[in-house]
């Protein structure tokens, strides 16, 4: 168990749809990542937050939008869903190791979205 | 910009065989590199990580890794290899302090074979 929790498990919704993926990070964790994770693209960065500020983005659609909550927990937008949106989608938190140091990032178990 | 290359997209080998998982990164700064390994149906846990000092970085599960900065290397290694490391395993490099830039490589398949 990496102490980041990831709600729901599972979600199937129709094309067209909009859904809400939840991540809770490790306690004292303040930057949150997304990933998603899917067979023919691997796993693709998507956004990262820092105490409550966006502080990198990847490759993550105009449609796709996060925030970051006061309680340092973390909201996935996805809208506008289409056929090819099905995939894994991971949060992850870390927190620096030290002065100066970046430390390593904890996986939640993820949510399985399925665009039908 | 970063990026990480994992040449061997699948690695088959024999249960208490040896095995060697090769990954390659382009960086203009220093970096702190990690491998991750992903069980079926699970999430990525960390194997370990390089952030400086001793070059040869133990993790868990008996892995091993050495990082080579004029080879741009951080090959994961273990010397006899069971049934249970079936999994995909990632390499990753970030550049920053504040874990920005944190990237991926496209993962490598292990299969241990019986």
């Known amino acids: 168990d990496s102490g980041v929790t990831q709600t729901p498990k599972h979600l199937i919704t129709a094309t067209g749809q909009r859904v809400t993926l939840r991540c809770s990070p490790r306690?004292?964790?303040?930057?949150v990542y997304w990933y998603q994770q899917s067979l023919d693209q691997g796993l693709q960065f998507l956004i990262q937050?820092?105490?409550?500020?966006?502080?990198a983005k990847g490759n993550i659609l105009e449609r796709f939008s996060a925030q970051q909550f006061p309680d340092l927990h973390s909201e996935l937008n996805l809208s506008s869903l289409e056929l090819g949106d099905s995939a894994l989608y991971f949060c992850?938190?870390?927190?620096?190791?030290?002065?100066?140091?970046?430390?390593?990032?904890?996986f939640g178990p993820g949510t399985r979205l399925t665009v039908t | 910009a970063q990026s990480v290359t994992q040449l061997d997209s699948q690695v088959p080998v024999f249960e208490e065989a040896p095995v060697e998982l090769r990954c390659n990164y382009s960086?203009?700064?220093?970096?702190?590199l990690f491998w991750y390994v992903q069980y079926p149906n699970q999430g990525l846990q960390l194997l370990l990580k390089?952030?400086?000092?001793?070059?040869l970085v133990k993790g868990i599960n008996g892995f091993e890794a050495e990082f080579n900065k004029s080879q741009t290397s951080f090959h994961l290694r273990k010397p006899s290899v069971h049934i249970r490391d079936t999994a995909e395993y990632f390499c990753?490099?970030?550049?920053?302090?504040?874990?920005?830039?944190?990237?991926f490589g496209p993962g490598t398949r292990l299969s241990v074979l019986p």
């Open positions: 992850a938190s870390s927190r620096l190791a030290g002065k100066n140091t970046p430390g390593e990032q904890y």
């Open positions: 306690s004292g964790d303040l930057s």
């Open positions: 937050y820092y105490n409550g500020e966006e502080r």
């Open positions: 960086s203009s700064v220093s970096v702190y």
């Open positions: 390089y952030l400086s000092g001793s070059t």
């Open positions: 990753a490099v970030s550049s920053d302090n504040y874990g920005q830039n944190f990237v």
